[in-house]
């Protein structure tokens, strides 16, 4: 599985930013994953350390060691930053990443849509005119309506229209005629799934 490393530490405590940095530095520690990445290990544990004392100090020593820690939290944000694209290049598998140390970000579980319920036909105020309208299933985007005048599954030929409203009026259809209809949600990624089937004579 796709995934990726969180690289804000913005909304993270000192506390946890200090604890993740600590974290990172021992899992990529002689990792097999990342032998090529090593040799910037020893910056960024200089820069953990650094933190880890700033913090320390900054909690009894007043105003100026808060500066110095923040300056410090800012270098070891930066380096842990770098690292964790140099990572990213190497490999986006989940299970290889999470060894680093690194927290990742949660991946969106797909959502497979499912296909309108009902669909219900009309007659329009027109003749010539049907409108259909169908249940819109969670996850749907769009719709496809389809119709075609053609009886045979297998021989049968549909127009189609895309919209995004659960609702169409089909127009200038031949009165008395019968018509086959079906509408189909339209999810993420180009999921597509139809309607049953249901046929009405234009009037």
Known sequence: MKSSIKRNYKTSSDAEFGNR????????????????????LPALKAAQEKF??????AKTLGREAVIVKNQSRA?????LSSLALLIMTLTDDEAVLVTSGYA???????RVISAPATITLSAGINPGEIFS???????????????????GAEERIWVS????SNKHLFT???SGKQYTLRSGAVGSKGQLAFSPLATMYAQ
Not at 75 to 79: N, P, S, Y
Not at 161 to 164: E, G, H, L, M, P
Request: glycine share 2%; no cysteine; charged share 15%.
């Open 21 to 40: 940095a600590l974290h990172v530095v021992n899992s990529m520690t002689d990792n097999p994953n990342f032998t090529t990445l090593q040799d910037r």
């Open 52 to 57: 880890a004392a700033d913090l320390a100090a």
């Open 75 to 79: 270098t070891l944000a930066d380096l």
């Open 104 to 110: 990742l970000y949660k991946q969106p579980e797909p």
């Open 133 to 151: 309208t169908v249940s819109k299933p969670k996850g749907a985007e769009s719709f496809l309506y389809q119709i075609s005048d053609t009886a």
């Open 161 to 164: 229209v895309a919209s995004t």
């Open 172 to 174: 200038n259809l031949q």
